[in-house]
């Protein structure tokens, strides 16, 4: 069974208490137990991290791209200005992976500085604004893309 990384960015850990108006009442709790009923229901393993340090969610990308892990990647703050992991997540593409991009908000309705993404042009797409259901919709996506 393919184990697909979902990773999580910063303040992502405080779901259900950050800006519910934006984020919604769910935690990071809920949000892996549906992530893993999703996986297990497409035949895959699901291992939800989450993390407010840069050099680890590089890290997790390097690990991926090693061990030939697709990944579904919410990087929060970083999506705006970490070209680090950018470079990181291009690394999981040039392995041949899926890599989805998703945010629980729509970016682009929000702050100007939110409207950019430096992850989007290394991602294999992208799923916006859609709160947690944009992840199931990520993981079909992974299911589909390793079925090809």
Partial sequence: MTTVLVVNGPNLGRLGVRQP?????????????LCTQWGQDLGL????????????????????????????????????????????????????LPLMEVHISNPSARDEFRKRSVISAVATGTITGLGFYGYRLALEAVAELIRQ
């Fill in 45 to 96: 393993t699901v291992e939800v991290r989450q993390t407010d340090d840069e050099a680890e969610m590089i890290g997790w990308m390097h690990e991926a791209a090693d061990n030939g892990n697709p990944v579904v990647m919410n990087p929060a703050a970083f999506t705006h200005y970490s070209y680090g992991l950018a470079d990181a997540a291009h690394m999981v593409g040039d392995a041949g």
């Fill in 21 to 33: 108006d934006v984020y919604g009442k769910q935690d990071l709790a809920e949000l892996t137990r």
